[in-house]
């Protein structure tokens, strides 16, 4: 199959930002007095937004509507200033996004990340790659798994989602490439388990970056 286009999820796909998502987190709850994660916890607890990171975070019984209201402006100021400290591309991933940009081929980013972080990480920490859209979440878009953003991709791509591989580290991510009709292929080297991405229907794994450009992006001979 030869794919037009290829939509990558952000976090632990293109880039590692978990110890800064984890030293943020941690700063805020021990800033009230809760109980702080290790970075394998929260492996577990992003993925689904800043909101519901915040939600999951707190102890049983404490995560009111009320309270996340409190933390999560805390939380948004926090990361402001530490977002990019140890946040990087993985190993890989420079090499992979050139051979996909040599051959033409469409790239996008969606992820369940607030938007305006989401474009701060693809313009300062991927500013050698031109990404056709970038895309976080935002008012009026549902978080992933909900295929609404990434139809909403495609129509900007214009491309079907048939034509578009759609590449991501979780469960979610493959929940969402398959109800909006795309390929979804998981990546091994991010924050979730093998086991979740082939329960939640990843047709195909890769443990390299260097992988999906041999299998998928290999320029016909």
Known sequence: MTYNAVIFDLDG????????LVNTLNTVLALHDYPVHSIDECRFLVG?????????ALPEGVGTPETIDLLLPEFMAHYANNWNVNSRPYPGISAMLD???EQGIKMAILSNKADHFTR???EFLMKEWKFDVVMGHHSGIAHK?????ALLVARMLGEKPSSILYVGDSGIDMLTATRAGMFPLGVLWGFRPESELVECGAKALIHHPSELIKQYFTPAR
């Open 145 to 149: 798994p909900d295929p609404e953003g």
């Open 120 to 122: 701060l990480c693809a």
């Open 13 to 20: 796909t293109l880039l590692d930002t978990l110890q800064d």
């Open 99 to 101: 051979r996909i940009a």
């Open 48 to 56: 689904h937004g800043i909101r519901e990171l915040v939600r999951k």
